[in-house]
């Protein structure tokens, strides 16, 4: 990696996966990496800043700045900062998608409708409850009890037929909800797609909070399952645009933060104010090995400059 | 998470609904269709919500619009969805009373149809449609008794639309029970509430006849109520003939009537309709004809109506054998003391009846009532309908559950649902509770027999 | 510890552990009553003046058990804790309970209470909440009567209009004091943490108002100006009727902000307004009554001349605050009802704002924080600072 400095890094923890990504001074992302944890994992994290740090072909001493953000922001060492995953998933989607006004965030353990301006500042956002409904975590239910592997989900989706009266207010029913069409002999396909409207539906009522804006860019893993997106686009009437790598631009707001405080030659510390003073500061960095890794990688640390690539256009 | 098939895939329709109550279903459509029409007919609109103050608003000269049942309605024809949209982007949360998110979402459309602002969540068309439906209201007139957030919910419409539309309230005092002599129908507290209600009716009476400049016809209410009172006793009539085993009819075909007697004008036609729903009953329990095929429980039900699910539930109980005959929502609400008016001097009896709201009585009073209509109408059973976002009507179950268990050994269930947002419904758990307490009520009558 | 410390954890004490202050009350007035009474506009004065021991049913933070059995899961936390007390024979230190506000889940509580402790008056004293009404004077002018007639009746004597004069000079004096701090607070002086301002207050609700103005004239005699540091200014609204957990309140000025104001009923809202001593006490408490909406409008009366939302957006003008977090309960219907309006409000000023939801049981702090600092995060472009 011959690129020059500065380096940024952003890294975004969150309930079941650990994101990295290196930006170059530019705003460019160098690389990054996704690492899929049981649960919040030190060493998920750490596997996945390792993954970015060597697909950028640097090390932590040539970074200028790292922020983390996601559940596990205070558990990142070395971050000199920590945001919201509100404020760097805004702040990363529309570097993503320069114009977004709407950012939609589907995570494994909760969903997040956020409005943002111009230079991808929160105007508004709204978050489901604790309930689980509308997010991941509902998929995977769907996928356990029709017996089908979660990134097949949307295909199947797609193919069934959505009438089926289903509402969603609480994913602990819906195991046994499910089961129950399937007593019916309900196709799994129609059960997949209803459920996909259904989910929709309640991502509509999240939006309605802060109002429908558009363009409208869906983020996190499940902007990985077309079947969601397609749902979604009908739901809200118009067209959702993804990213091409919709689950690290938590990550890439992080290190896009961090650039933004260098920019204004202070040290990401002193972005704001008094900053020191008022901010929940990471953790004293600690030893790691990996040798007690247990994340699993699934994204690989990419050696080159990623492209973002237009945003993929579906639906509407 | 709820799941319903659309068509029921186990055994055919067992219900067998009143054929009497479709002509109800006629006038209620041609009911809203005037009131849609009513501003280009030069008519003013007042917008209420609580006890049916339509005989007077009749004679005020004006068209009238129940909140509730403009709410229950898009409900019932499953297009409540774009006014809740609306509603949820205006701020109001998803717990909170489905009816008034309903239709504050539809006042939040029609001030936005006015002043011509696209709602993002909700599409053009439903808000243009929601919006040029629900003429825009020249009054607010509040007449809620037995809960709390009916009052702040038209105080909310009158804020929703910058307070620029004139408002009374009507205040109704909680029939707690304090003294040792309160009661259903007796006690100070009833004689005194009663009259402090009426004395606000005459208040709203001048109150419209300086607004509307309109001369208010007495003799026209008195009118109304005659046929008011009359359609009510046909109506009570009927009911007690639903004590009738096997039961000629059931608590959805008495649902199915709610929208006359609550809001219908008074005439000729309105009692004609209550009489033919009433001489049908009689018919049938003359040929022992039942609501429910094969009538096996009979069963009580406590709860306001899920209006997204009357079919389907009405189809589910009937599935099961059990005719659903009697229930605090229609026995106990809607005219239903009509010896208490005085026709010709109809306030007082209309106050009263304000005040009987079934959410008005300290549980005392409506243990009484329950068990009493549970003796009546020999039943086996009660299903509660937790009613989600209604905590007036859910507040006393617990304790009626547990009185008519403890003095009648009549056992009952809960289930989940609401009166306009159907995302609360939970079938698998009426489904398998409804089964449960069937299986408790054979073996009790094994054992017995 | 000083003595003003000394007091303020004599405060605290009773605020977090009521139950044991309720019984020393007992102790040491074996002949007297304790009167629980619901919030939040039962005037007090009037069972001080009887010699009876009035005290505002707290919510006591237990978890909710065998209430739940009483209540359905969708009321408020409060009202489903207060189930939970008589379910359970937590509500047996109190003789009686008086209701005065007619909220439907307040009074669905009421009646547990009522079939629970059957030996118990539960007594419900409607003031009438519609007041803009021409006959509102007249009708609260009735039930401060009735219920003057019904205290004396659970007391078992005559209520003296001068007793009556004597404890509504205390409240005030106690209120007054409050006030004070909750004034000097909202111009820059945050010598006690929002915790303790909790605590003052909610054991004001508790206590005889003498002995809780001298424990706190003790405290405020040791005051020492702080001034606010540069964290975010927040005002807090909402949270009718109860307290709030003490942690929510930690973690919102751990993130990054100070509270500047509030119009808590656990906060303002209690003190807010006080009795005009000129007038004849019954005439006092009737116009108390009314007085207190437009001191601290609310959303369970209705007024339609007197706006929540106007009264923040000023109160956010007098103590410099830069953003409000509404703390809701989770199924307060009223609460449910107005925030559109607040809201509206708060955004046409350009006031950012946070709304967070209350629940009885578990409080997701982690997730609370996430939001919280991503409001602080927003604010923070407000400030000149930043840009």
């Known amino acids: 990696m011959n690129t020059p400095g500065p380096f940024y890094l952003g890294v975004d923890l969150g309930s079941t996966t650990a994101k990295a990504v290196v930006i170059d001074g530019e705003g460019a992302i160098v690389s990054s990496s996704t690492i899929a944890m049981g649960a919040v994992s030190r060493a998920g994290m750490h596997k996945a800043v390792d993954a970015a740090l060597d697909g950028a072909g640097i090390t932590n001493a040539d970074l200028s700045g790292t922020v983390s953000t996601g559940y596990g922001r205070r558990l990142v060492p070395g971050a000199q900062r920590t945001f919201t995953e509100i404020t760097c998933h805004a702040r990363g989607t529309v570097a993503m998608v320069p114009g977004a006004r709407l950012v939609i965030d589907i995570g494994g353990q909760d969903s997040k409708a956020i409005t943002v301006d111009d230079e991808g500042l929160v105007q508004e956002f709204a978050m489901n409850d604790r309930c689980a409904s509308g997010t991941g975590r509902f998929y995977e239910v769907l996928s356990q009890s029709i017996d089908v592997p979660l990134e097949e989900l949307g295909a199947l989706a797609l193919q069934g037929s959505n009438d089926l009266e289903v509402s969603t207010m609480c994913a602990t029913f819906a195991e046994t909800e499910i089961v129950s069409l399937l007593a019916q002999d309900a196709p799994i396909a129609d059960i997949a797609s209803s459920v996909h409207r259904a989910i929709a539906s309640r991502t509509l009522a999240l939006v309605a909070q802060v109002g429908r804006h558009t363009p409208v860019v869906l983020t996190g893993g499940v902007a990985q399952n077309p079947a969601a997106v397609e749902f979604l686009a009908r739901a809200l009437r118009t067209e959702i645009l993804v990213p091409e790598h919709p689950q690290i631009s938590g990550a890439y707001g992080a290190a896009l933060l961090a650039r933004d405080a260098d920019h204004r030659g202070r040290p990401v510390v002193d972005d704001v104010a008094g900053a020191d003073q008022l901010f929940p500061r990471p953790r004293p960095s600690e030893p790691h090995s990996c040798g007690s890794c247990d994340g699993t990688l699934t994204g690989s640390g990419t050696s080159s400059t990623v492209d973002l690539g237009l945003p993929i256009r579906l639906g509407g | ?449 | 510890m000083s003595r003003g410390a000394a007091a303020l954890e004599a405060l605290r004490a009773v605020a977090r552990d009521p139950r044991s202050h309720i019984e020393a009350w007992r102790s040491a007035h074996p002949e007297g009553k304790v009167l629980g009474v619901l919030p939040m506009n039962f005037p007090r004065e009037l069972a001080h003046a009887a010699g009876v021991m009035a005290v505002i049913v707290p919510d006591d933070q237990q978890p909710v058990t065998e209430g739940r059995a009483f209540l359905p899961e969708f009321y408020c936390g409060y009202t489903r804790n207060l189930a939970d007390q008589a379910a359970t024979g937590r509500f047996d230190q109190y003789d009686g309970l008086f209701v005065a506000d007619h909220c439907i889940q307040l009074l669905g509580s009421a009646d547990v209470v009522r079939a629970l402790e059957p030996d118990r008056r539960v007594f419900l004293g409607q003031l009438i909440s519609s007041l803009s009404d021409s006959w509102a004077g007249q009708k609260t002018a009735q039930m401060m009567s009735l219920l003057r007639t019904e205290v004396e009746s659970f007391a078992g004597t005559t209520i003296d209009d001068d007793a009556l004069r004597a404890s509504i000079a205390s409240f005030n004096r106690d209120r007054d004091l409050m006030r004070q701090i909750f004034d000097a607070r909202a111009g820059g002086d945050v010598s006690y943490s929002p915790v303790d301002l909790q605590d003052i207050v909610a054991s004001a609700q508790i206590m005889d108002p003498d002995e809780h103005h001298a424990l706190l004239s003790d405290v405020v005699a040791e005051r020492q100006f702080l001034p606010r540091d540069e964290r975010i200014r927040v005002h807090l609204s909402g949270h009718l009727c109860h307290a709030p957990r003490r942690e929510l309140l930690e973690v919102i000025e751990e993130v990054g902000a100070v509270i500047v104001d509030d119009d808590l009923w656990t906060g303002r809202r209690y003190l807010q307004a006080g009795m005009d001593e000129s007038l004849a006490p019954m005439d006092a408490l009737a116009k108390w009554y009314a007085g207190r909406n437009t001191a601290l409008p609310c959303p369970t009366r209705v007024q339609h001349d007197v706006d929540w939302d106007a009264w923040l957006l000023d109160a956010v003008k007098r103590s410099d605050a830069e953003a409000v977090v509404h703390l809701m309960p989770k199924f307060c219907e009223p609460h449910m009802l107005f925030y559109p309006e607040l809201r509206r409000a708060l955004d046409e000023a350009g006031v950012p704002q946070l709304l967070i939801e209350t629940e009885h049981e578990g409080i997701p702090l982690e997730s609370f924080r996430t939001r919280l600092e991503a409001l602080i995060e927003r604010t923070h472009r407000n400030r000149p600072a930043y840009a």
């Open chain 2, 1 to 449: 998470m709820t799941a319903t098939l659309n068509t029921p895939t186990t055994t055919t329709d067992r219900t067998n609904r009143l054929k009497s109550t479709r002509q109800g279903g006629r006038m209620v459509a041609d009911y809203w269709e005037d009131l849609f029409t009513a501003r280009e007919r030069g008519k003013q609109i007042v917008w209420y919500n609580g006890g049916a103050l339509n005989p007077i608003f009749q004679a005020a000269g004006l068209a009238w619009c129940h909140g509730e049942a403009f709410a229950a309605r898009l409900a019932a024809q499953g297009l409540e969805g774009p006014a809740q949209l609306a509603g949820a982007e205006h701020g109001y949360n998803a717990e909170l009373c489905s009816y008034s998110r309903t239709h504050l979402g539809c006042a939040v459309l029609t001030v936005q149809g006015d002043e011509g602002i696209n709602t993002g969540v909700v599409g053009a068309h439903d808000q243009a449609e929601l919006a040029a439906r629900l003429p825009a209201p020249d009054f607010f007139v509040n007449n809620y008794a037995g809960c709390s957030t009916g009052q702040q919910w038209d105080e909310i419409s009158y804020r929703v639309f910058d307070k620029e539309v004139p408002i009374f309230n009507i205040s109704h005092p909680f029939l707690w029970g304090n003294k040792p002599d309160a009661g259903y129908l007796t006690g100070e507290e009833w004689e005194s509430a009663s009259y402090y209600v009426r004395d606000q009716l005459l208040a709203l009476i001048t109150w419209l006849e300086e607004r509307t400049g309109n001369p208010f016809d007495w003799d026209m209410l008195r009118e109304s109520m005659t046929y008011i009172k009359r359609a009510a006793e046909l109506r009570r009539e009927g009911l007690e003939l639903c004590k009738a085993k096997p039961a000629p009819a059931t608590f959805w075909d008495w649902i199915s009537a709610i929208a006359p007697i609550n809001f219908l004008p008074g005439n000729q036609e309105l009692v004609d309709y209550f009489e033919s729903v009433r001489d049908e009953i009689q018919d049938r329990v003359d040929k022992g004809i039942s609501g429910v095929e094969n009538e096996k429980y009979r069963v009580y039900f406590d709860g306001i109506m899920n209006w997204n699910k009357l079919g389907f539930l009405s189809r589910k109980f009937a599935e099961h054998g059990v005719a659903v005959l009697a229930g605090r929502y229609i026995t106990n609400a809607f005219w239903q003391e009509p010896q208490l008016i005085d026709t010709d001097d109809p306030l007082l009896g209309m106050a009263q009846h304000y005040l009987l709201c079934p959410t008005n009585h300290g549980t005392k009073t409506l243990d009484y009532l329950t068990l009493r209509d549970c003796e009546e109408y020999d039943v086996d059973g009660i299903v509660f309908h937790s009613t989600r976002t209604c905590r007036a009507f859910t507040g006393p179950q617990r304790l009626l559950a547990r009185s008519a268990q403890n003095n009648l050994g009549i056992p009952s269930i809960f289930f989940e649902g609401d009166v306009a947002d159907a995302s609360f419904y939970k079938e698998e758990i009426l489904e398998s509770r409804l089964a449960a307490m069937l299986e408790g009520i054979d073996v009790k009558r094994t054992q017995a027999s």
